[in-house]
């Protein structure tokens, strides 16, 4: 009886564990430009109240990448598009990024694109401190953490890992747990659709991974 308890409480806290890695989080630091208001857009380096009107109604962008393409088919230059990115910024999947995409992120560098991709599969934020600190320290390590996201697992995410999606919200906390088990994305897209609309609830799947 004392070796099925211990096998069983064993069972639990790997379950726990298992729970807590695969969950994901969004790093927090930077307002996201698919959710951000329209005169807030307008407000940042290099913007104006025409293209901001034009952005808002392109996105969501399904990458920085393509938000850099539209901010510069807007007539701005690299160095404009840049100084947006230290306020606002279309966050990276850390597992799905590619290289054009880490390199929009100010300051990371050919570096980060070889780290980042070298790492993966991220599974959570205290791998992500281990092994970017070691190459730029912890002060760096977390404003990098600002550009880019761990998946979040809509059948295991924490209250808080959803509240970190930006725009999410206590309501599609409710929603989120609601409906699991989550099965595909076009249960997603029929289910959160109903509360938000088809362009937000695209812009939300950016953030979450069903495993």
């Not at 069983?8 to 729970?19: F, P, Q, R, S």
């Not at 791998?127 to 600190?133: A, L, N, T, V």
Request: overall charge positive; cysteine-free; proline content about 4%.
């Amino acid at each position: 009886m004392t070796w099925t308890r211990n096998l069983m409480a064993a069972a639990t806290i790997a379950a726990v564990a298992l729970g807590t890695t695969a969950s994901g989080q969004v790093g927090k630091g930077l307002a996201d430009l698919n959710s951000m208001p329209e005169s807030v857009l307008a407000a940042l380096p290099g913007m104006n109240a025409a293209m901001a009107k034009a952005f808002v109604a392109a996105r969501p962008f399904g990458s920085i990448t393509l938000a850099n393409a539209f901010l510069l088919g807007q007539k701005l230059t690299q160095d404009q598009a840049n100084a947006i990115y230290a306020k606002a910024f279309v966050h990276v999947n850390l597992n799905t990024g590619t290289r054009d995409e880490i390199l929009l992120i100010p300051g990371a560098g050919n570096r980060m694109v070889r780290e980042f991709n070298e790492y993966r599969p991220w599974k959570m934020w205290a791998q992500f401190d281990k092994e970017i600190s070691k190459y730029v320290g912890q002060a760096e390590t977390d404003r990098l953490k600002q550009y880019v996201f761990i998946p979040v697992n809509l059948n295991t995410a924490t209250d808080d890992d959803i509240l970190s999606i930006p725009g999410a919200g206590p309501r599609m906390v409710r929603e989120f747990k609601e409906y699991r088990p989550w099965k595909t994305k076009e249960q997603f897209d029929k289910e959160i659709a109903k509360y938000v609309g088809a362009t937000e609830t695209a812009r939300l799947w950016r953030y979450v991974v069903i495993n």
